[in-house]
């Protein structure tokens, strides 16, 4: 099979009728999954973090919890993730509760050092957990933003010293406590909830240098060398108990500083790591590739474990200040499928309350007021173009950048489905021609999704396969996910 995609800088009309670029010369793009099928990846899945959402959705009634969790895990109704990252809490002192956001303060389960594990806490995050479970959640994992408050040298999970300090929070004589709490938390979903966590992180973001004390949410700092003493005890304990839970590490901001630590790491320490985890808040095409040769040759499947996409400011007219994050998060996510080939991808943060100051989630709600309408925004609607076709089983044929478009391919899940997902950032349309001919079976058409300025996941006019080539305008300032199915290669059986 081989796919040519096309790009000119001449503008075209929207219609299936193959462009032609007389002022400028075609640039071609060539993917052939006779040389290229050893570089592609089967993708696990598309997920949320469950902080700090659900320690508040999971309170409310059961109706109105239950249309929010459709629209987030639904395969029919929502976006059909079937990843969760649950937030193991540290939590806090009673007195540091103010510092929090809404609802940032994730109850710990051992409350203070002579206390003993309250099973009960956590309820509502818990709540929201299983219920995503049984509409379809196939992969848990568990992350840690801090240790327990009086395991710490602040006597707060929120860090230590002034943002910018960078002061590592974790007592000295901690370690093996905290791993053990981390590792007794995951034994008692399993045994009690028939819960089995993939993976744990007891990290989040180690490196910054923001966690500091009085901040709004729980982290923690830790240089490379608390960093791997704290892996290794919590990997002891893991053993210990027979749990057969993946270690995720090493949650870094951004690209190059998980490149950066990963490198930095003894070699006992990577083998360790049953999965490199990484935001991706930052990085090039040239880091994440780099990153994931290096996690190849240790043997270690890559999960982009966080990316958020913040929304932009209202001045810009009502409907039109958030859609930048829409094309954003849809660049982000193009990237790390074509250059990091991640197993599973991940966003932070997919609800948020409407009235707080930043803009990440994918649907505002009120947090105090559960019957308030709430705003599903564009963020979600791009990631959709992403999630509801790109589905868990298939295979991520990574492409060479083809800027200006950003173009995302994969074969579904029996092989018998072609998807790309392709956005715009410009203002102008830009043509796209896609050569079908090394394909055995084609059908006659390909639908076609679209997001534009003032259009949501809508179903165009389906675009015909002509020649065995598929062409198409494709809008400026837009995500399209066009499909094509039935379609068969022989070069590429079912699994």
């Avoid at 990843?83 to 809490?89: A, Q």
């Avoid at 929201?128 to 240790?147: D, H, K, Q, Y």
């Avoid at 043509?431 to 006659?444: C, E, H, I, T």
């Avoid at 003032?454 to 389906?462: H, L, M, N, T, V």
Wanted: aromatic residues 10%; negative net charge.
């Amino acid at each position: 099979m081989c796919l040519v995609l096309c790009l000119c800088g001449a503008a075209l009309a929207l219609g299936p009728s193959r462009p032609t670029c007389a002022d400028a010369a075609p640039r071609e793009v060539t993917v052939d999954p006779m040389s290229r099928l050893e570089a592609a990846r089967p993708f696990l899945g598309w997920g949320t973090s469950l902080a700090w959402w659900a320690n508040v959705v999971g309170g409310w009634g059961e109706e109105r919890r239950a249309e929010l969790l459709d629209l987030l895990f639904d395969t029919e109704r929502g976006l059909g993730l079937n990843v969760v990252r649950y937030n193991i809490g540290g939590g806090d002192q009673s007195d540091h509760l103010q510092f929090y956001r809404p609802g940032g303060a994730v109850p710990g389960f051992r409350p203070a050092p002579d206390a003993a594990y309250d099973w009960e806490a956590d309820a509502n995050q818990r709540r929201v957990l299983l219920e995503g479970i049984a509409r379809g959640v196939t992969i848990v994992e568990a992350f840690s933003n801090s240790p327990p408050w009086w395991m710490t040298k602040s006597g707060s999970a929120t860090g230590k010293g002034a943002r910018g300090a960078a002061e590592p929070n974790l007592r000295d004589d901690m370690y093996g406590a905290f791993a053990d709490y981390l590792t007794e938390v995951v034994r008692r979903y399993r045994d009690e909830h028939d819960v089995a966590f993939d993976a744990l992180s007891p990290l989040n973001e180690p490196s910054a240098d923001w966690w500091g004390f009085g901040g709004n949410q729980e982290g923690c700092h830790f240089g490379v060398a608390e960093q791997e003493r704290l892996l290794h005890e919590v990997g002891a304990k893991v053993r210990e108990k027979g749990l057969g839970t993946k270690i995720a590490a090493p949650e870094e901001f951004s690209v190059e500083w998980t490149l950066d630590t990963w490198r930095r790491y003894r070699e006992e320490t990577r083998a360790l790591v049953g999965q490199v985890s990484t935001h991706t808040y930052g990085g090039s095409a040239e880091a994440r590739r780099e990153l994931r040769e290096l996690a190849d040759r240790a043997g270690k499947p890559i999960s982009v474990s966080e990316y958020g996409s913040p929304g932009f400011h209202r001045d810009l007219g009502p409907g039109h200040w958030e859609y930048p994050s829409a094309l954003e998060l849809a660049r982000v996510i193009t990237l790390d499928l074509n250059h990091l080939l991640p197993v599973t991808w991940v966003y932070w943060q997919a609800v948020e309350p409407s009235d707080w100051q930043h803009h990440w989630g994918l649907i505002h709600c009120s947090y105090t007021d559960e019957g308030r309408p709430w705003l599903i925004r564009k963020q979600y609607w791009a990631y959709k173009h992403f999630t509801r076709h790109l589905r868990p089983g298939s295979l991520v044929l990574p492409l060479p950048d083809t800027s200006p478009l950003l173009v995302a391919a994969a074969l579904g899940p029996g092989r018998r489905s072609l998807v790309l997902v392709v956005t715009n950032p410009e203002p102008e349309e830009r043509p796209l021609m896609v050569d079908l001919s090394g394909l055995d079976d084609l059908p006659a058409e390909a639908r076609w999704f679209v997001t534009t300025e003032g259009q949501d996941y809508a179903a165009r006019e389906a675009v015909p396969v002509r020649e065995r080539t598929l062409t198409l305008a494709v809008p400026g300032r837009s995500i399209s996910t066009l499909v094509l199915e039935p379609v068969a290669t022989a070069l590429i059986p079912p699994p």
